[in-house]
Every structure is written in structure tokens, then in C-alpha cells.
Nanobody, 121 residues
Framework: QVQLVESGGGLVQAGGSLRLSCAAS????????MGWYRQAPGKQRELVAR???????DYADSVKGRFTISRGNARNTVDLQMSGLQPEDTALYYC???????????????WGQGTLVTVSS
């Protein structure tokens, strides 16, 4: 069974920084890509940033130049360095990963429980 566990959320003032981390554990053959999504109150979940297994990255326009996604040395982790945070960045941030658990299973889409980021003005 695959689990994604996030950490690093919290309360920060506008202009501040936070670093989110996510670790995948369980039965994992291959991780095809990892990313971060967020959902603000009353809004749909949206992509923040994602990174492929070969290091290609993709960012939402609203976070380009402020957020940086990276894979950890362990290859089963992904971090999101957030700087220049603004109140509109307040949301529940979810880790996402495309994982193939075993040779005889198809890749699946896995989600963490979410970590709350609150930015005060």
C-alpha cells in the first residue's frame, strides 16, 4: 500500500517563506512524477507545481518565480520551496504522485492528506 505524507505547512506573514515536504512510502516500484496541488476554501483543487522522473518541471502561472519544486536525494520525496507568499496562496496543499506499485500493476494516482498553509496580510 502506498502512502504520501506531507509536512511543513503553517502560518506565515505575507512576503515570508515556507518549505513543504512529501515522502512516499509503501510498495513502490517506480515513481513517474510528483507534484503539489492546492485547494482554497470555495475553490477547486489546482496544480501548483509538478516534476517528472527526469526532472522536468511545470508551474502554475501564479507561482512562477516564487515557488520551486525539487525531488529529494531519496527519489521518493518531493519538496516545494515557497517564497514571497501572499494571502491568496492560503490553501490546503496536497502532495500527488504517479506511482507504479509493482511490475504487475498499472501506475496509479496517489494523494496525501494535505497540509495547511495560511498567509496573513
Amino acid at each position: 500500500q502506498v502512502q504520501l505524507v506531507e509536512s511543513g505547512g503553517g502560518l506565515v506573514q505575507a512576503g515570508g517563506s515556507l518549505r513543504l515536504s512529501c515522502a512516499a512510502s509503501g510498495t513502490i516500484l517506480k515513481i513517474n512524477g510528483m507534484g503539489w496541488y492546492r485547494q482554497a476554501p470555495g475553490k477547486q483543487r489546482e496544480l501548483v507545481a509538478r516534476i517528472t522522473s527526469d526532472g522536468r518541471t511545470d508551474y502554475a502561472d501564479s507561482v512562477k518565480g516564487r515557488f520551486t519544486i525539487s525531488r529529494g536525494n531519496a527519489r521518493n520525496t518531493v519538496d516545494l520551496q515557497m517564497s514571497g507568499l501572499q494571502p491568496e496562496d492560503t490553501a490546503l496543499y496536497y502532495c500527488n504522485a504517479i506511482i507504479q506499485p509493482s511490475p504487475w500493476s498499472n501506475p496509479g494516482n496517489y494523494w496525501g492528506q494535505g497540509t495547511l498553509v495560511t498567509v496573513s496580510s
